[in-house]
């Protein structure tokens, strides 16, 4: 039988690091597609996800109710996509040099133009499921930003399979009539 968050977190809080990584395993997922919902970027939402739970790691112990652990490691998040971006607020520009030599560097990218669609076309995307309910946002973000299977999202959203592909269904369909030009 599975252990259930609220005593792993328990356990977490008494130094226990196997449990804590449990607990990564199962809300790792649920952080990322809060986070990525949040920047629109995945390469910027997986660096936040892993600060989230390196500080969620280092003040386990100042967990007081193992019960709300899902809502503290969230909280988490937040404050920690929030300090990103006083970061880069205040973040200097590179030298010259250093952006000339960067422009030599070849990569297997998408062509500018090619780039920029994509982009938009994410940025798009998440801009229409922002709009969307809270009760869509979450099983959309996690299904199709996280990748998440059904049986993870019910279990991460205390869901039916039946509500859940229902919640799927009506949330795609929402997101397809604010997507439409």
Known sequence: MEESDQS????SR????????????????????????????????????QE????????IHRLEDPAAFRSWILSIARTVHLDAIKRNGRKKRGSPKQSEAMAEVADGSPSPPEHVEQTEQRQNVITALRQLPEDYQRPLSLRYLAGSDYETISRELGLTNGSLRGLLHRGLAMLREKMKP
């Open 14 to 49: 008494a130094g226990d690091r196997g449990a804590f990584e449990i607990l990564v395993r199962r809300t790792g997922r649920v952080v990322f597609a809060r986070l990525y919902l949040d920047t629109g970027n995945p390469h910027e939402a997986e660096d936040l996800t």
């Open 8 to 11: 792993l977190a328990a356990r």
């Open 52 to 59: 989230t739970f390196l500080v969620a790691c280092r003040n």
